[in-house]
């Protein structure tokens, strides 16, 4: 089992910057697909960005691309998402997943675990 937990969630003003958080633990390994999610009120869940660990590819979302960047740190079992220029209408609850297999990441990518969640503010 994997353990997920989110950082770095905080209320900013418009044109800001933030950089949030995901450390995993457990029984973690290489080779995962391991996404950051977002949900606003009233709203479905988006995909923003995903990465499968060790040497993956990137893949970004239309609605971040250019603004957010999705990096880790194998030494630490840390994912990061740097969002910059961030919008009132990036306000939501941002959350990490994990694939429990490890393959690459696509439409067929089970995120199998997640974590609790940080709250982005936009205002």
């Known amino acids: 089992h994997v353990q997920l937990v989110e950082s770095g969630g905080a209320s900013v003003q418009a044109g800001g910057s933030l950089r949030l958080s995901c450390v995993a633990s457990g029984r973690t390994s290489s080779g995962h697909c391991m996404g950051w999610f977002r949900q606003a009120p009233g709203k479905e869940r988006e995909g923003l960005a995903a990465i499968r660990t060790s040497g993956g590819r990137t893949l970004y979302a239309d609605s971040v691309k250019g603004r957010f960047v999705l990096s880790e740190d194998n030494a630490k079992n840390t994912f990061y998402l740097q969002m910059n220029s961030l919008k009132p209408e990036d306000t939501a609850m941002y959350y990490c997943?994990?694939?429990?297999?490890?393959?690459?990441?696509?439409?067929?990518?089970?995120?199998?675990?997640w974590g609790q969640g940080t709250q982005v503010t936009v205002s």
């Open positions: 997943a994990a694939d429990s297999t490890p393959r690459a990441c696509s439409a067929k990518t089970r995120w199998d675990y």
